[in-house]
């Protein structure tokens, strides 16, 4: 595929958007990377490391190595993706913390858009692929209610939870950060990220790597053997992971660690007024305006193709 620097510049900020939505636990990078076009790239080009490539340096020449490896891709995507985690985490949580109602509402619109952009992918409907859409959606709602764990200082847990929450970044409607909110580590990341220790950050980053090899070859054999069930599988993780960004919950369990209270459990309600503020209107307006978001990348998406 023939690219110039501006369209690396496009998929940096693409990265950019990806590592934004992974530092959000509700939101998946992966559902990023396929609703703007670059995830089943993504997949291959990650799916094709392997040794042979090694040999084709030494045989080649680095030319043909990086060429092989699509490196100005990848590269572009991560140089985004590294610039966003570095730089947006404590703006993600800021929102977060001081307007979750508006920021999730956005989210649950972008989310609830990708949940039909990626049914539209499926060439063919068919009684297997609806119910392998429902399964995904069953499997990724009860994630969602699973009540996230006490973690531990292990270095080996904490590239046990790399590899694990690096698959979950790379699938749409799977969260990566809120897998490590599950498995008790999400507090620990992002404070390693900011206060910039490496050895936290190196231990994450193998543990991430490793895991995404691992994954992304069968999610590669996946897409060349059954696309149809594959697309049906992640637009089902999409839609059951709906319930984890609902704006409105109601705290079921909370806890005090360091002086600061966790939700432990809570579950989605119906939207009322909180505070007095009318929430409510504008939360829906910002739910259109990312789902409007999503048709507005697809609109962009074709004119490019054609």
């Known amino acids: 595929m023939s690219r110039n620097f501006k369209d690396y510049i496009g998929i940096s900020l693409k990265g950019l958007a990806m590592g934004a939505a992974d530092v959000i636990p509700g939101v998946s990078g992966g559902t990023i990377a396929f609703i703007t ?4 790239e993504l997949i291959t080009s990650i799916g094709n490391i392997n040794l042979g490539l090694f040999k084709t340096l030494k045989k080649e020449g680095i030319k043909s190595f990086w060429k092989e490896l699509n490196g ?4 572009s995507l991560a140089i985004g993706i590294g610039i966003s985690l570095f730089t947006l985490m404590r703006l993600a949580h800021f929102l977060i913390e001081n307007h ?3 920021i999730w509402a956005f989210f649950f619109g972008l989310v609830l858009a990708s949940v039909w952009f990626v049914a539209k992918q499926v060439t063919k409907w068919r ?3 609806y119910i392998i859409f429902a399964l995904g959606a069953i499997i990724a709602f009860g994630v969602t209610q699973l009540t996230p764990a006490g973690g531990t200082n292990s270095l080996f847990y904490f590239f046990f939870s790399g590899a694990i929450a690096i698959c979950a970044m790379i699938l749409p ?6 897998i490590l909110l599950l498995l008790g580590v999400y507090k620990d990341a992002s404070e390693a990220v900011s206060r910039l220790d490496f050895e936290i ?7 991430g790597i490793t895991g995404l090899l691992a994954f992304s070859k069968l999610l590669k054999w996946l897409f060349s053997n059954y696309k149809n069930m594959t697309l049906a599988l992640l637009g089902g993780f999409i839609l059951g992971s709906l319930n984890k ?10 806890e005090i660690i360091g002086g600061k209270t966790r939700i432990i459990a809570e579950r989605s309600v119906l939207p009322t007024n909180f505070d007095g503020e009318n929430h409510m209107i504008f939360a829906i307006f910002l739910s259109i305006v990312g789902f409007l978001t999503i048709i507005l990348l697809e ?3 074709d004119k490019k193709t054609n």
Do not use: D, M, Q
């Open 127 to 129: 009684l297997s692929t």
């Open 201 to 207: 950050i190196l231990i994450f980053a193998i543990g």
């Open 72 to 75: 100005n891709f990848l590269i």
């Open 100 to 102: 979750p109602i508006k």
């Open 245 to 254: 960004i609902w704006p409105w919950k109601e705290v079921l369990k909370t």
């Open 37 to 40: 076009g670059i995830y089943e």
């Open 173 to 178: 409607g799977i969260s990566g950060a809120f």
């Open 299 to 301: 609109k962009i998406g």
